[in-house]
């Protein structure tokens, strides 16, 4: 065989990997690690809007919440696991195209390759943790670091309100696509009972509007620190969620949001058995 035709091989071999059972496995891995966290997140939230702060209503608080549970190490080395298949699975998509007949367009892969990026930030952040370095702070103290470096370069007070109002939009836009049920063409619906597409539905519409509004908070308050000129200003998830009761609904606002990020969770454990991969 000459190398042209071995390269070829190896191509189609590396091809049928990450669209067979290994990019399914993966896939669905990862869909269960991402509703785990959103479900102890949203547990967690919960928890705080009733008045028990005990713990961050972030993915450090919920990595703390399984730490502290029996087999709990075993768990979280599973979390990462999961989460590394998540990175991969969005690898393959940027490398070979997404399912659908749009798939393989540059826009899905762009996206796939942000998603890759992300999660393979939030795999690494988790199995640091499994590993007992602690992962990387909460996301509180990440946000102001993290923000307080970007308005020290030429500029940075455009890029933290740029990334802010990114973060908006997105919010806006997951919770639009949510209401509309876009993510009904991912889903394998013939092997539902209507019974069940209710409450899946239920659970996504619900959770991708509490995780939109999650989004478009954090990015508001992004926005406000540029224009302040205030790092400190700049909030993670669990501030941002707290941020909640201070409006004129108080707790009951932030438990509606908490409902909607456990649903979230339960939503995504349900892609991990009905998405088309």
């Given at each position: ?133 602690g992962g990387s702070g909460s996301s509180d103290e990440q946000s102001r670091d993290v923000t307080a470096k970007a ?87 669990d501030d941002t969620l707290r941020s909640f009761t201070e409006t004129p609904m108080g707790p009951w606002l932030l438990a509606c949001v908490a409902v909607g990020l456990a649903l979230f969770g339960a939503f995504s454990c349900a892609m ?6």
């Amino acid at each position: 065989m000459s190398d042209g035709a071995m390269v070829r091989s190896g191509r189609r071999r590396a091809r049928r990997a990450a669209t067979g059972t290994a990019r399914e496995g993966a896939a669905r891995a990862g869909l269960v690690a991402r509703g785990v966290i959103y479900l102890l997140v949203g547990v967690l939230a919960l928890r705080i809007a009733f008045g028990d702060g005990g713990r961050e209503a972030d993915r450090s608080g919920a990595l703390e919440e399984i730490s502290s549970k029996p087999f709990g190490a075993v768990m979280l080395w599973a979390l990462g696991a999961g989460l590394v298949g998540m990175a991969l699975w969005r690898l393959s998509e940027a490398l070979f195209g997404a399912v659908g007949p749009d798939g393989g367009k540059a826009r899905k892969r762009l996206m796939s390759t942000v998603r890759c990026v992300f999660y393979g930030f939030v795999a690494y952040s988790v199995l640091s943790f499994a590993a007992g370095s602690g992962g990387s702070g909460s996301s509180d103290e990440q946000s102001r670091d993290v923000t307080a470096k970007a308005m020290g370069i030429p500029a940075g007070q455009w890029i933290v309100g740029a990334a802010g109002a990114g973060l908006v939009v997105a919010g806006v836009w997951i919770a639009v696509r949510a209401v509309r049920r876009k993510y009904r063409k991912h889903l394998k619906l013939g092997e539902m009972s209507p019974r069940t597409r209710r409450a899946v539905d239920t659970a996504g519409v619900a959770g991708g509007v509490a995780r939109g509004a999650v989004f478009a908070a954090l990015g508001a308050f992004a926005v406000r620190a540029a224009v302040d000129y205030e790092p400190d200003k700049a909030k993670g998830v669990d501030d941002t969620l707290r941020s909640f009761t201070e409006t004129p609904m108080g707790p009951w606002l932030l438990a509606c949001v908490a409902v909607g990020l456990a649903l979230f969770g339960a939503f995504s454990c349900a892609m991990a058995r009905w998405r088309k991969v």
